[in-house]
């Protein structure tokens, strides 16, 4: 497993964008399957940065495995107890302007990811994501 871990702040994100990209790319994942892995990486880090640490200082730790076909990525960090599979999905039938904000970051992690786990370890969160990287290369 490879392991980044930076202080939980935008301007850390190109570095956890680059350091999935060159995993995913050392560990042969399809590059199809990338862009999905850097999206996902910004929601869970931006909702991170905004709503653990509320723009107060933290650190953020990404580590990311790939074993048999499949392609983890598990987020780290020291804010309160927060089990994002536990939110309720948007109301996406109101429109726009009725809907409540919020949410639909999370509702988008949970469509695209192939397996969401969280747990809560000694006082940290711990949140992985996993992809099936032999459909991404089957789709193309």
């Given at each position: 497993?490879?392991?980044?871990?930076?202080?939980a702040?935008?301007?850390s994100?190109?570095?956890?964008?680059?350091?999935?990209?060159d995993?995913?790319?050392?560990?042969q994942?399809?590059s199809?399957?990338?862009?999905?892995l850097?999206?996902?990486?910004?929601?869970?880090?931006?909702?991170?940065?905004?709503?653990?640490?509320?723009?107060n200082d933290?650190?953020?730790?990404v580590?990311?495995?790939?074993e048999?076909?499949t392609?983890?990525?598990?987020?780290?960090?020291?804010?309160?107890p927060?089990?994002?599979?536990?939110?309720?999905p948007?109301?996406?039938?109101k429109?726009?302007?009725?809907?409540?904000?919020?949410?639909?970051g999370?509702?988008?992690v949970?469509n695209?990811?192939?397996?969401l786990?969280?747990?809560?370890?000694?006082?940290?969160?711990?949140?992985t994501?996993?992809?099936?990287?032999k459909?991404?290369?089957?789709?193309?």
């Amino acid at each position: 497993m490879q392991s980044l871990r930076l202080p939980a702040r935008l301007d850390s994100l190109e570095q956890f964008r680059a350091f999935v990209a060159d995993t995913a790319k050392r560990e042969q994942i399809p590059s199809e399957l990338v862009p999905k892995l850097e999206l996902v990486l910004e929601e869970l880090l931006t909702n991170l940065v905004f709503h653990a640490y509320k723009g107060n200082d933290g650190s953020a730790e990404v580590q990311c495995s790939a074993e048999g076909g499949t392609f983890c990525l598990r987020f780290v960090d020291e804010g309160p107890p927060f089990d994002p599979l536990k939110r309720p999905p948007p109301d996406l039938s109101k429109p726009l302007e009725e809907r409540q904000i919020g949410g639909l970051g999370i509702h988008l992690v949970k469509n695209m990811a192939d397996r969401l786990e969280y747990r809560r370890d000694r006082d940290r969160n711990i949140l992985t994501v996993c992809f099936d990287a032999k459909e991404a290369k089957r789709e193309t």
